[in-house]
T-cell receptor
Framework: DVKVTQSSRYLVKRTGEKVFLECVQD?????MFWYRQDPGLGLRLIYF???????EKGDIPEGYSVSREKKERFSLILESASTNQTSMYLC??????????????FGPGTRLTVL | GIQVEQSPPDLILQEGANSTLRCNFS?????LQWFHQNPWGQLINLFY???GTKQNGRLSATTVATERYSLLYISSSQTTDSGVYFC???????????FGKGTRLHILP
């Protein structure tokens, strides 16, 4: 079974803090994704990566950065957390099929509260 | 870009009832995924179904790509079926997908 893990289920941080959210997958997937989920807005893509050291902006990258130093690990960084970044953060991974998208497998999510 | 619409937005049913959830998409796609998000937030992929019909226990899904819709059927609902059901389709030629807003299903005991 594919396993995607996230470093924390719940996280509380203060405005201005630097926040690291870690995601690890064990299926040798090329693609990894970070989403945030907010009531009424659904899932929105923040960043994704299709290879080590590669990253692409999603729909809402402002205020975030990412790091992919190893294939299995994809980190989301909030350089200076703000209250409007309070949200549920979901990490996912998938194989790179080339011509079509493959199934995405999700981690359990991190519920971040910024005070 | 491609639009994904799900209906109904909310559904409340008694345990044992059957239900049909719909996903419409605005452009041709080469695959479609259905997910279930449980009350604790975990997203589980149910089906990867570019066309045709697939079944997994009490759940089945049908995608009619030429008419740009997919249906998820849940038979003999159980309280553990509660949660939000999302469909998702590819955004373009890379590996990104776009999600619908979901159908929130609540099964009453």
């Amino acid at each position: 079974d594919v396993k995607v893990t996230q470093s924390s289920r719940y996280l509380v941080k203060r405005t201005g803090e630097k926040v690291f959210l870690e995601c690890v997958q064990d299926m040798d997937h090329e693609n990894m994704f970070w989403y945030r989920q907010d009531p009424g807005l659904g899932l929105r893509l923040i960043y994704f990566s299709y290879d080590v050291k590669m990253k692409e902006k999603g729909d809402i990258p402002e205020g975030y950065s990412v790091s992919r130093e190893k294939k299995e690990r994809f980190s989301l960084i909030l350089e200076s957390a703000s209250t409007n970044q309070t949200s549920m953060y979901l990490c996912a991974s998938s194989f790179n099929r080339g011509t079509s998208t493959d199934t995405q497998y999700f981690g359990p999510g991190t519920r971040l509260t910024v005070l | 870009g491609i639009q994904v619409e799900q209906s109904p937005p909310d559904l409340i049913l008694q345990e044992g009832a059957n239900s049909t959830l719909r996903c419409n998409f605005s452009d041709s796609v080469n695959n479609l995924q259905w997910f279930h998000q449980n009350p604790w937030g975990q997203l589980i992929n149910l089906f990867y179904i570019p066309s045709g019909t697939k079944q997994n226990g009490r759940l089945s899904a049908t995608t009619v790509a030429t008419e740009r819709y997919s249906l998820l059927y849940i038979s003999s609902s159980q309280t553990t079926d509660s949660g939000v059901y999302f469909c998702a389709v590819p955004m373009n030629r890379d590996d990104k997908i776009i999600f619908g807003k979901g159908t929130r299903l609540h099964i009453l005991p």
